[in-house]
């Protein structure tokens, strides 16, 4: 495995790593889990709604939610690195 420098290095990474628990949430009633494969295919889907409101590299986003799974989602797709 390459040394994972960047936020773009981990998302290739991630990709590979299948049905292995990525991300535990309690949400105050119950632990949610999160394989990995459910995090690459929400980071792709939030990355074609972004597309769909032309949103764009060097556009401002705010990012306003509960810490958890999907909120993780949006942060990778708006933050500077994610963008290819």
Known sequence: MKTLTTLQDFLEEI?????????????????EATAYETLYYGIGAFVRELDSRDIRKGDRVLLWGENRTE????????????WW
Do not use: Q
């Not at 990709?15 to 632990?31: D, H, I």
């Not at 909120?71 to 994610?82: N, Q, V």
């Open 15 to 31: 990709g590979r790593l299948g049905s292995r628990e990525a991300v535990r949430y309690f949400n105050g009633y119950r632990t």
């Open 71 to 82: 909120w993780l989602m949006a942060f990778w797709d708006a933050s500077p690195e994610a």
